[in-house]
């Protein structure tokens, strides 16, 4: 199959952007590594109009500190979570996750702002951006704004972006001195669709947790926070009970949906399984 013919305008500036958007109404999509895009326009899951070519707008580009946060531009490619020395310093739990994510062609490709307007549940971004209590920030016909990662992540492919709305930057907060973070995944093959993965930040005092965000992806319709696990190890050490508890709290948190490919029980098991051996790792300081 092929796409259904579209117009393509290559914006060089936010404003001609929205601008674009505005005049073509809800008939138009804005475009930049199309990973995802191109294959469903291509399968004709998608049809637009016109295409907005987002990848030529400076102000969406570069990764630098901004205060107590490392402003991310939205066409940051994957590949630059692993070579950008910014986000490996102050980031290093995008660094830890970057290699995981599809294969290397698509790395080259993919943008960091892509991914997350996508929200796919199954990708690793979006998830360590709760993990990482970051911030994302948003240009539209109404002005600027920014909303927390907790609040932009609404269902199934549904996010806090309005129509003619695009995703400017991320805002994550920098990485401190006591800060601990781990990340995994288990997937059949590199590269594939985790069947779970789990990415951590923690805050710690020698060995106990003063705080602790833990965000799980490919176990539901978003990306998912984990708040009744974190409860039971905030203000705890980090031993094999304390571990045991919050593995044992797992079940009150998540809820797999049912599938062809993994059941909800095995799945289930699986995020048990990775939880255990990601807070190991904090435990060892990692």
Request: aromatic residues 6%.
């Amino acid at each position: 199959m092929k796409a259904r013919a579209f117009s393509y305008f290559r914006a060089a500036t936010i404003d001609q952007a929205l601008d674009a958007h505005a005049r073509a109404g809800d008939d138009a999509r804005f475009i930049a590594g199309g990973q995802s895009l191109v294959p469903a326009l291509s399968l004709r899951l998608q049809a637009t109009r016109l295409l907005i070519d987002i990848t030529h707008i400076d102000e969406l580009r570069g990764v630098r500190r901004e205060g107590d946060a490392l402003r991310i531009g939205a066409l940051t490619r994957h590949c630059e979570m692993l070579s950008e020395p910014l986000i490996a310093e102050f980031a290093p739990l995008l660094h830890a996750a970057a290699p995981f994510v599809a294969h290397p062609a698509i790395r080259n490709r993919g943008t960091f702002g892509g991914s997350i307007a996508l929200a796919d549940p199954a990708s690793e971004f979006p998830a360590m951006t709760l993990a990482l209590d970051a911030e994302v920030e948003i240009a539209g016909p109404s002005g600027r704004r920014r909303v927390k990662a907790d609040n932009f992540f609404i269902d199934l492919f549904e996010t806090a972006l309005q129509a003619g709305e695009l995703i400017t930057a991320i805002y994550v907060p920098l990485f401190k001195v006591g800060q601990r973070f781990a990340f995994d995944e288990l997937a059949r093959r590199r590269g594939d669709y985790a069947l779970v993965g789990c990415g951590m930040l923690a805050t710690c005092t020698d060995e106990r947790i003063d705080d602790i965000r833990i965000s799980f992806f490919s176990v539901g319709n978003t990306p998912t926070r984990v708040k009744g696990v974190e409860a039971t190890l905030i203000g705890a050490r980090l031993d094999a009970e304390r571990i045991a508890a919050a593995q044992g709290a797992l079940e009150g948190d998540l809820a797999p949906p049912d599938s062809d490919e993994v059941p909800p029980a095995m799945r289930l098991h699986l995020a048990r399984v990775l939880l255990g051996r990601l807070l190991g790792r904090l435990g060892e300081g990692a």
